[in-house]
């Protein structure tokens, strides 16, 4: 059956109709920084306030809620899956062995949370809501300011099988096991090391680095000896007590953590294998050196730490609680 060149044409509009709408349909599921702005315009302050009393309270949950961010993005993508409490029909990755009594924060999400549904209920992700904390946590502790790209959705359930899979890297990890996790997820050697420095915040439980200081070579013996004082050797005593993973500035983002991979005090495996004669050693000397170089290459990395997988459109829903599906 053969059509008139009028017919060829209607036929054409018709399917550039489509494709137009296609395209708009995902330009509008992307993220951007404004995706609120209009529907929620005091979402930022609203936020700020409570990380600002959060993090005066402790210092320490600045990075444990940038820790969060990380967790639940390589777990399935960024889509506040971390945040779900056991139910019924799934169990939740809080008990998953990379998280399980380590991970925290969840409290000042809830707070959080409280507070934007009484400022625009139904409209904000608790996804969004993690990603904007993690910012805010940095900034509050002297790093970097960027603009969070916004319009992700809650995911129905969690991934504990995910979480359990080793897509989260371990505290043990290899340079290799590194860079092929993070490559896994779309971020380069580069990204990993620049997101490695979120490491200048925060404390270790001793469980986490006991074989280091007692059986590795690469680390200067007055740091493990130090360590040694408040990490026994034996297993399962004293495993959640606590070191510092900066020792030069614990509670400011800066980059004395790349200055003290470069004097072998790498508190973890994972932090000392990025500079011990392997293919990251020039980025951790260029770290060390430049302040803004750091910050630059860790906001893009965090940039693009945000992109993985989100929900979008009409992908998983907005969680009126954070800790359970609608």
């Not at 970097?144 to 505290?171: C, E, M, Q, T, Y």
């Amino acid at each position: 059956m053969g059509y008139n060149n009028k017919q060829i044409i209607s036929m054409l509009k018709v399917w550039l109709m489509m494709v137009l709408m296609i395209m708009g349909t995902q330009t509008h599921a992307q993220l951007s920084s404004d995706f609120y702005a209009e529907s929620c315009p005091s979402l930022f302050p609203a936020v700020r306030r409570v990380m600002q009393r959060a993090v005066a309270k402790e210092r320490r949950m600045a990075a444990s809620l940038l820790r969060l961010f990380f967790h639940d993005c390589f777990v399935n993508g960024c889509d506040g899956s971390i945040l779900l409490d056991d139910t019924s029909s799934f169990r939740g990755e809080k008990t998953a062995g990379p998280n399980n009594n380590s991970v925290r924060g969840f409290e000042v999400i809830d707070k959080i949370k409280l507070r934007v549904e009484k400022l625009c209920p139904g409209v904000v992700s608790c996804a969004d809501i993690v990603a904007i904390s993690a910012r805010d946590s940095v900034l509050l502790l002297g790093g970097p300011r960027w603009s969070v790209k916004l319009g992700r959705r809650d995911s129905k359930k969690a991934g504990f099988s995910a979480a359990n899979s080793g897509v989260i890297p371990s505290p043990s990890s290899t340079l290799n096991n590194l860079i092929n996790r993070f490559k896994a997820q779309g971020l380069s050697a580069r990204d990993m090391v620049a997101l490695s420095g979120a490491h200048t915040i925060g404390q270790a439980n001793c469980l986490t680095f006991r074989n280091r200081i007692y059986n590795e070579s690469n680390i200067n013996r007055s740091f493990a000896l130090t360590r040694r004082k408040n990490c026994p050797a034996t297993s399962g005593s004293g495993d959640n007590k606590k070191a510092p993973l900066d020792i030069g500035s614990p509670t400011r983002f800066d980059h004395s953590y790349y200055n003290q991979l470069l004097d072998k005090k790498g508190l973890l495996t994972s932090d000392q294998v990025l500079f011990n004669g392997g293919g990251t050693d020039s980025l951790v000397k260029t770290y060390s050196r430049s302040l803004n170089t750091f910050y630059r290459d860790f906001v893009r990395a965090m940039i693009k730490m945000g992109d993985i997988k989100p929900l979008t459109g009409s992908n998983g829903q907005i969680r009126r609680n954070c800790r359970r599906p609608n």
